[in-house]
């Protein structure tokens, strides 16, 4: 059995203590083989060795009865290999140095008590390790601190700096309710785990800068001092829910692999999101930003670029979703260049809030065909009743709404879509505006109660897929739709006149179509059906001209009913065609925003 009290010997174990010389504790003899040099039984990584023993030596370290410990003011467990360890309720009234120890079994630190700083600096916990409502009223060090398996710090107030930088933590982490009164460092952590410090508050200055979070839960977290997050990583999904930064908040060229949950969370003062990479989206529902907000070269998607980590595999589109946000200075949020760096589209849910003053300065927006901006929150109306090719979406896989919620929201988009067309407008970016006016038209064409006896049929319009098909198509806004995308599109405009002259060009010859000389044009052979819808192309022009003297003439009364038509509809859509150049190229439009 070793001395309880060795003193130390030029032969005794090498390895070095807190004050830099050798332990020199008596050599113990390793049976297993498993230390590779002589070390006293303290440092022996052998797990036969007495737990008796072991124990021992900690309490004459602890009885101040240890000549082998040598410094007077600290209780000096460097490198110690324990087994069994439970410190629960112990008092170290000195400053106590467990550097680079590991600890094998369970370690149980619960309601321990200390006056002094507690170092536990490049330790390894091969087990799970509690440290349950602690009272440490000095400086606590974890740095670089192996966690192989769950740890738990609930209940605890730590009056001090605590310093996690480079800990690795393997299982869970529990910090739920953990007051940080001083600077909590976090940096170059990662968490493989799920870590929860839901309820924690954080209220000087807390740096999880080049973290690694797997699943991370902040709900309802304090951070009452600047809180950087700079290039963190979070594997998984990640809560921030009611969480409240009283300053500034730093996620510069952070990482959310999974979807990150920002709901009812309050920004005080400037929330930074430079760079910031959102894979599968980030929900920004209810949060209130009081001051700045700064999303410049944020990606809500994938990025264009090779990146270290494997990509997301979420099966839905990225979406930003800002509903129902309220940003008390709209003029101090950015979005700059969001999503430049991505081939998606940003996709916005922006219902319910003010956004007619917020900067949108060279956004890569989700388009629709040839429309360069399409919000999410009416593609979230329109997806579930789009018609894929010439089968309609089934009832069941609809979107499931009762019908007030539907009626609102449809007015609530069309809203947002305003606000928008006031901001664009504002920084002369007219063709946005107009994709955004299309966006207005649409929500009102969409929405069952404006359709044709709505007042009647409403509640089928909505139960019946087939019906809601007929009331979105028998209006005048799908007419101004298909004619000129509502006045917004040129190219629309001047398509459909070329088709109505085409159409009348092929109809009169059928109809029955001849010289004013009186001669009948045939339709006998190839070379008269060629030279009859020729006759039918000029006819048209003459019609859509207004020309008094003919060269053709229609034979029969359907053929004079189409002169009669074709003379309203090709002015109706000429005029279009120029109402909607007028729009989209209004003096110092740009493409801008």
């Known amino acids: 059995m070793p001395s309880v009290d060795p003193i130390a010997a030029f032969d005794g174990c090498p390895i070095s203590m807190s004050d830099g010389k050798p332990c020199g504790r008596p050599l113990y003899k390793d049976r297993s083989g498993v230390d590779g040099q002589p070390v006293c039984i303290m440092h022996s990584h052998d797990m036969k060795k007495s737990p008796a023993d072991v124990w021992e030596n900690v309490l004459a370290i602890l009885n101040r009865s240890s000549k082998a410990n040598r410094l007077t003011q600290r209780y000096d467990f460097s490198g110690f290999v324990f087994l069994d360890t439970?410190?629960?309720?112990?008092?170290?009234?000195?400053?106590?140095?467990?550097?680079?120890?590991?600890?094998?079994?369970?370690?149980?630190?619960?309601?321990?008590?200390?006056?002094?700083?507690?170092?536990?600096?490049?330790a390894?916990?091969?087990?799970?390790?509690?440290?349950?409502?602690?009272?440490?009223?000095?400086?606590?060090?974890?740095?670089?601190?192996?966690?192989?398996?769950?740890?738990?710090?609930?209940?605890?107030?730590?009056?001090?700096?605590?310093?996690?930088?480079?800990?690795?933590?393997?299982?869970?982490?529990?910090?739920?309710?953990?007051?940080?009164?001083?600077k909590a460092d976090f940096s170059r952590a990662r968490f493989n785990s799920s870590a929860n410090f839901s309820g924690a508050h954080?209220?000087?200055?807390?740096?999880?800068?080049?973290?690694?979070?797997?699943?991370?839960?902040?709900?309802?977290?304090?951070?009452h001092s600047v809180s950087p997050f700079v290039e963190t990583t979070f594997l998984q999904r990640s809560r921030f829910f009611n969480t409240t930064f009283a300053e500034n908040v730093q996620f510069v060229r952070s990482v959310f692999m999974d979807l990150t949950e920002f709901q009812l969370a309050t920004f005080s003062k400037d929330a930074i999101f430079w760079n910031a990479t959102f894979f599968a989206g980030g929900d920004f529902t209810g949060a209130t930003f009081h001051r700045g907000g700064d999303f410049s070269n944020a990606v809500f998607g994938q990025r264009k670029e090779p990146s270290t980590l494997a990509t997301s595999a979420h099966p839905s589109p990225a979406v930003a979703d800002f509903r129902r946000v309220r940003f008390a200075e709209p003029a101090r949020v950015l979005f700059h260049q969001v999503n430049k760096s991505s081939l998606e589209g940003l996709r916005l849910r922006l219902l319910m809030a003010n956004v007619e003053a917020v900067r949108f300065d060279d956004v890569h927006w989700h388009e629709e065909g040839w429309r360069k901006i399409v919000i999410q929150d009416e593609l979230d109306i329109t997806k579930p009743f789009k018609v894929e090719g010439k089968k309609e979406v089934p009832k069941e896989e609809s979107h499931k709404e009762t019908e007030e919620e539907t009626a609102v929201h449809y007015e609530l988009v069309a809203i947002i879509y305003r606000q928008l067309i006031n901001n664009f407008?504002?920084?002369?970016?007219?063709?946005?505006?107009?994709?955004?006016?299309?966006?207005?038209?649409?929500?009102?064409?969409?929405?069952p109660s404006h359709f044709v006896l709505s007042g009647w049929l409403g509640i089928y319009y909505r139960r019946w897929w087939w019906l809601r098909w007929f009331g979105e198509r028998f209006s005048a806004l799908y007419l101004y739709q298909k004619a000129s995308h509502y006045g917004s599109s040129h190219q629309r405009a001047l398509e459909m006149l070329v088709f109505v002259l085409f159409a009348f060009a092929v109809a009169y010859p059928l109809t029955g179509l001849e010289e004013t000389k009186g001669v009948r044009l045939g339709l006998t052979s190839w070379l008269e059906m060629f030279q009859a819808y020729l006759s039918g192309w000029f006819h048209s022009l003459e019609v859509a001209t207004f020309q008094r003297a003919t060269l053709y003439v229609t034979t029969s009364k359907l053929g004079r009913l189409l002169e009669i038509f074709e003379s309203i509809l090709v002015p109706a859509q000429v005029s279009l065609l120029l109402l909607a150049l007028r729009r989209r190229f209004r003096s110092g439009s740009s493409s801008g925003s």
Do not use: P
């Not at 738990?152 to 940080?180: I, L, P």
């Open 86 to 122: 439970d410190f629960s309720q112990r008092k170290f009234d000195r400053e106590a140095c467990f550097k680079q120890a590991t600890f094998t079994q369970f370690a149980n630190f619960s309601k321990a008590t200390s006056d002094s700083i507690v170092d536990f600096s490049g």
């Open 124 to 182: 390894i916990f091969d087990r799970d390790a509690s440290f349950t409502n602690v009272q440490f009223i000095q400086e606590y060090k974890f740095s670089d601190a192996t966690f192989n398996g769950s740890l738990d710090f609930s209940g605890v107030t730590f009056r001090y700096s605590v310093d996690f930088s480079g800990a690795k933590f393997g299982g869970s982490v529990n910090f739920s309710e953990v007051n940080f009164e001083r």
């Open 202 to 223: 954080f209220k000087d200055h807390s740096d999880f800068s080049a973290s690694t979070i797997t699943h991370g839960d902040f709900s309802r977290a304090i951070f």
């Open 425 to 447: 407008e504002k920084v002369r970016a007219f063709d946005l505006a107009e994709d955004c006016w299309y966006g207005v038209r649409e929500m009102k064409r969409l929405d």
